[in-house]
């Protein structure tokens, strides 16, 4: 297509008014920074027969054709813009390569002032020559949406940018106001958008402590529609204003209005916070800590914790100045700040940016009964705050999600026979029906215990009882046998679930007699138990299921090194205990009866270490039994892992013990997996140069295997995690 001609190039005579118009044309392009607005800008071309001013609305200039769409934007660089779809049907315009120009001039020549001669680049800002010899040339594909931005510097060469996305650029519908500011802390700026951005658009704040002379652009992090970003803190006195924007380019650094799509600059007005002088701290947030339930015998010891957070104040390792913390109970479940009795609570220490007390109130409580207890905290003079429970944490008590803790004490249950007695292992089993069950219990009397034969004289029983009462009403009961003594104590034993003959959840205690008197019940506790009382100590609890038929399944390790000669089995179905494999010709197998269900396992070369040489590489093989017992997933594998343990030339894995950091440099190192001693990988590791830092940090202290992959070969070393 050849390009449009001055439509005044070819006049030979003028009239009066014609030169009169003419230099009153060259004294507005010499003196106007800007085009002439009545006039606008329009983007003739190809695309629309080259009609000017264009018919398709999306390339006509709203200041000369009634609904046009490309519009001027005067707050920052001058600009006009339109945004258009492109489709092979439905759209402002259909996919293809066309050839148009940016013009602007009078009803009396559309193509008086043209820009050209580029051919377009997508998402780059480019320099368009005034009255350039060619036409722009610009390719537009089907399904995209497309922003052009001109820059409007008047009748001389400016600069445009078509900016390509996949779908309508989006709006951004809020920007979020800080509330409150601390001094040099990060502000959090909220941003939502009306619509989730395509892959192509990035949101950006842009922001200045300094009245616009300076500004910054930061990148928001968005997920969907929603996103956030931070920006810098700031001294006292500065006053931040900000607004945010979308577009296709990354890492921006200049012309922001060039490149911005959409913006929202609070109608113009910008965004904007100052930082003051901080305010005076507060308790920003308190709980009761822990226990959230406990069971004492009257006057036993019962510590309560509780934790306070004032920001930027706790967490030290001295309390924060003013702090004070109590911890009261009541018999009423009602709203601590109505309760009387409070217990000075000590300074426990830090827990990270909380200050932690703890308080004994077990010692204040004299009669048995179920009382209710919470923490209590004041800074300074100011009002008294509450800490209630929660398994999530707590917070301030609220009575319902927030609440206080449970207090049941109970006088202490007295024998003229025994000094003690317990339900001593286990307090709570699973078997299959028929199963094996030993349940154990223990019995002291000052003196007599303790001895290789048992006290004469006692009779020890279990027993058991689908309803979790009071063992004194029970009437299943089976003597126990004396298994050894246990210190001071003598052990008994019996296997209850040889004598449950029904699938279901069953209770289970001790019961003992001395020289035929008067039956005495053990319960269990996680601290060694003692009578049975109900609350701290209680029964066990047994759940008996059907029992559950097996397959045999055929485990295979192919040894593809032809190196090992004593590779052992291990996963769930083993509890990771190692099971010796035949060997056959470099092959190796073992066969286990195994429940349906899905398990991991994996195989090690037995090499006299204390983990041996784990022999999988990748995550750990997994495989699965159906209820059919059908068997799916990996039950044959060929390890190609050498038991070489020397690393090559130049390797180093130091500090070898280490805290929450190891560096691994080894020649050609492509990965590395962190194994414990169970032979499950806690952590793997990609390496993409020969030397990296692995974080330990999460991880329980221990002895662990090292299994580094380098230059296709597989190495084994042991480190210590303190």
Do not use: C
């Amino acid at each position: 297509m050849l390009m449009k001609q001055n439509l005044l190039s070819g006049l030979k005579i003028l009239s009066l008014s014609a030169i009169v118009f003419l230099f009153q044309a060259m004294i507005a392009n010499n003196a106007q920074a800007q085009i002439y607005e009545p006039e606008g800008l329009n983007m003739p071309g190809a695309w629309d027969t080259w009609t000017n001013p264009p018919t398709n609305l999306a390339l006509a200039s709203s200041t000369q054709v009634a609904g046009g769409r490309i519009v001027k934007f005067s707050l920052g660089q001058t600009r006009w813009q339109t945004i258009f779809s492109v489709s092979a049907s439905g759209a402002d315009l259909v996919g293809g390569t066309y050839e148009w120009l940016f013009t602007s001039g009078s009803s009396s020549n559309y193509f008086q002032n043209k820009w050209s001669n580029v051919t377009v680049v997508m998402n780059t800002l480019q320099t368009y020559t005034k009255e350039g010899p060619n036409n722009n040339s610009v390719t537009l594909l089907n399904g995209k949406w497309y922003t052009v931005n001109w820059e409007d510097l008047g009748y001389q060469d400016s600069r445009a940018i078509f900016m390509e996305t996949s779908a309508e650029p989006v709006t951004i519908a809020s920007v979020s106001v800080p509330a409150t500011v601390v001094e040099n802390e990060p502000v959090t700026i909220q941003i939502a958008t009306a619509a989730s951005p395509s892959d192509e658009e990035i949101i950006y704040l842009r922001y200045t402590n300094d009245s616009w002379i300076t500004s910054q652009v930061l990148a928001v992090s968005m997920a969907g529609s929603n996103g956030t970003v931070e920006i810098p803190g700031q001294p006292t006195g500065t006053t931040v204003s900000y607004y945010a924007f979308t577009s296709t380019v990354a890492a921006l650094t200049a012309d922001f209005d060039l490149y911005s799509i959409h913006l929202n600059n609070n109608d113009g007005l910008n965004y904007m916070y100052s930082i003051g002088p901080p305010p005076p701290p507060v308790i920003n947030w308190a709980n009761l800590q822990w226990p959230g339930t406990g069971a004492i015998e009257t006057g036993g010891a019962y510590d309560v914790y509780g934790q306070a957070f004032i920001m930027g104040v706790t967490g030290q390792p001295d309390p924060a100045p003013g702090l004070q913390a109590w911890v009261g109970y009541s018999t009423n479940n009602s709203n601590p700040d109505t309760w009387t009795n409070w217990a000075l609570a000590v300074h426990n220490g830090p827990a990270g940016s909380n200050d932690e007390f703890r308080a004994d109130i077990g010692s204040l409580i004299a009669a048995p009964g179920t009382y209710y207890y919470a923490t209590r905290y004041q800074l300074n003079a100011d009002p008294f705050v509450y800490g209630g429970f929660s398994e999530s944490g707590g917070g301030f008590w609220d009575g319902t999600d927030n609440v206080s803790g449970v207090l049941t004490v109970t006088d202490p249950i007295t024998s003229p026979d025994f000094d003690w007695i317990n339900l001593q292992f286990p307090g709570n089993a699973a078997i299959s029906l028929g199963g094996d069950m030993d349940v154990y219990a223990q019995v002291l009397i000052e003196g007599v215990t303790g001895q290789p034969t048992p006290a004469p004289g006692i009779e020890a029983w279990i027993g058991y009882s689908l309803n979790n009462t009071n063992p004194s009403e029970w009437t299943e009961w089976f003597p126990a046998s004396f298994n050894a003594p246990s210190g001071n104590n003598d052990e008994y034993m019996f296997n209850l679930g040889q004598n449950i003959t029904e699938t279901g959840i069953y209770y289970y205690a001790s019961r003992f007699s001395l020289n035929g008197g008067d039956f005495y019940y053990g319960g269990y506790s996680d601290s060694g138990g003692g009578f049975w009382n109900g609350t701290l100590n209680v029964s066990g609890v047994l759940t008996v299921t059907e029992v559950q038929p097996t397959f045999p399944v055929l485990f295979t390790i192919i040894d593809g090194t032809m190196l090992h000669d004593a590779i052992k089995l291990k996963g769930e179905m083993t509890s990771w205990d190692t099971i010796a494999m035949t060997p056959d010709n470099h092959v190796w197998t073992k066969t286990l009866d195994l429940q349906p269900g899905t398990y991991e396992w994996g195989a090690i070369e037995d090499d006299g270490t204390e983990f041996g040489l784990w022999l999988i590489e990748g995550g750990n093989l997994i495989m699965t039994v159906g209820d059919d017992g059908s068997i799916s997933g990996t039950v044959t594998y060929t390890t190609m892992v050498t038991n070489t343990q020397t690393l090559p030339f130049g390797s180093k894995i130091y500090p070898n013990p280490a805290y929450d950091a190891l560096n691994v440099v080894v020649p050609g190192l492509n990965g590395v997996r962190l194994i414990d001693m169970n032979g499950q990988i806690l952590r793997e590791f990609v390496s993409l140069s020969d030397a990296m830092r692995l974080d330990l940090s999460g991880i329980n202290p221990g002895i662990f295997q090292l299994q580094i992959s380098a230059a296709k070969k597989t190495y084994s070393q042991k480190v210590v995690k303190f």
